[in-house]
C-alpha cells in the first residue's frame, strides 16, 4: 500500500511531473494547477543513429533525471518537503526509460510519504491543454471536446468528457504520423527527428509538386505505412533516373509529404466531427507543433466554424508539466497509485 499522507492545506497543492517515456528527462512542479517551473534536457545523443536507441536513453535519463527534479524544484521556490505528490509516467513508451522515471517517482515519493500518481502519457499530451501559466488563464477547451493526438508513437481521435473521461474514436491501425515523416525525412537523408525539418522545408516548397497515396481505411482508424512505403518507392525510382533528385527537390517532396498527412489527418477529424456533432477540436502530441497542421486547423476553423485549440510549442513534444496538470486532477479525485503498480510500454489509453 502507499502511504497517503495529506500534506498540504487545500489551497496549496504541490504537484511534481516526471516525464520519461521516450528521449526527454523531464520535471515539473505546479501549484493549485498552475505551473512554477518546467525543465527538460533532451538527449542529442541520438541525432548520429537517425533514431532513439532505447539503451542510450535509458541510460542518459539516469544522469538527467535527479539534477533535472533538482532544478524544477529550485526554479519553483520550494523545497521538496512542501510536495503534495509526485506524478509520473507510467506508460506506454520505452521501457528502459520508463522505468528510471517510474523508479525515481516511486522512491522519491516514498521517501517524502506523500502519494504517488500514475499517469497514462496519452492522456498527458491531452491534458497539455489545461496546463495554466497563471491563475486567470480562461484558454482551456470546454467539454466535450475532440483532440487529434499526433505523435512519435500514436495517432489518435479522443473524445474528451472530462478530465478523467477519455473515448478514443479512431487510431492508426499501424504507423503513428510521426513515426511516417521521421522515417521519409531518414530515406531523404535528413537528421533526426525529421519532423521539424520537414516542416522548415516544407515552408519553401510546392504541397502540390508530387503525389503521394492516401489510405482508404474505413470509419475513423488511421493508417501512414502505405504512404511510407509509396514516398520510398517514389524516391528511389526518381533518384535512379537523377542522383541529385533529393538534393533538388527536397523542399517539394517536403511539402508534399507534410500535405498528404495533414490532409490524412484532417480528413478523418473532420468526420469525427459529423459523427459527434462536437465542433470543439483540439490537437496534441509532437507532430502539432507542425506549421502546415497548424494552418490547417486554422483553415478549418474559418470554413467549418470549428472552435480549435492549439497548445504552445513548448507543451506539444514531451514534457513533465502535461503530466503535473493531469496527476492535478487525479490528485483531487484521490486517484493514486499503490507502489507495486509496474511501468508498461504497450499503447493503452487506460
Ligand atoms: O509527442 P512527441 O514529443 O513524442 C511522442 O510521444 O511520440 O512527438 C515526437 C514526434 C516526432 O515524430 C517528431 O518528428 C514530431 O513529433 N515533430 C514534428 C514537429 N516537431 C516534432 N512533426 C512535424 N512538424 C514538427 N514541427
Known sequence: MNPVTPVSPINSIYILGIESSCDDTSAAVLRNGVLLSNVTASQAVHESYGGVVPELASRAHQQNMVPVVDQAIKKAGITKEQLSAVAFTRGPGLMGSLLVGVSFAKGFARSLGIPMIDVNHLQGHVMAHFIKECDDDHSAPPFPFLCLLVSGGNSQIVQVNAYNDMQV???????????????????????????????????????????????????????????????LYNLRKWVEENPDFIEQNKEDLAASLEHTIVSILMKKLKFAVKETGIKHVAVAGGVSANNGLRNAFYEYQKKYGWTIYIPKFSYTTDNAAMIGITGYYKFLDHDFCSIDKPAFSKVTFR
Not at 525539418?197 to 481505411?217: M, T, V, W, Y
Open 169 to 231: 474514436l479512431g487510431q492508426t491501425i499501424d504507423d503513428a504520423a510521426g513515426e511516417a515523416i521521421d522515417k521519409c525525412s531518414k530515406v531523404m537523408g535528413l537528421g533526426y527527428p525529421g519532423g521539424p525539418i520537414i516542416d522548415r522545408l516544407a515552408r519553401q516548397g510546392n504541397p502540390c509538386a508530387f503525389k503521394f497515396s492516401e489510405p482508404h481505411i474505413p470509419g475513423l482508424d488511421y493508417s501512414f505505412s502505405g504512404l511510407k512505403t509509396s514516398f
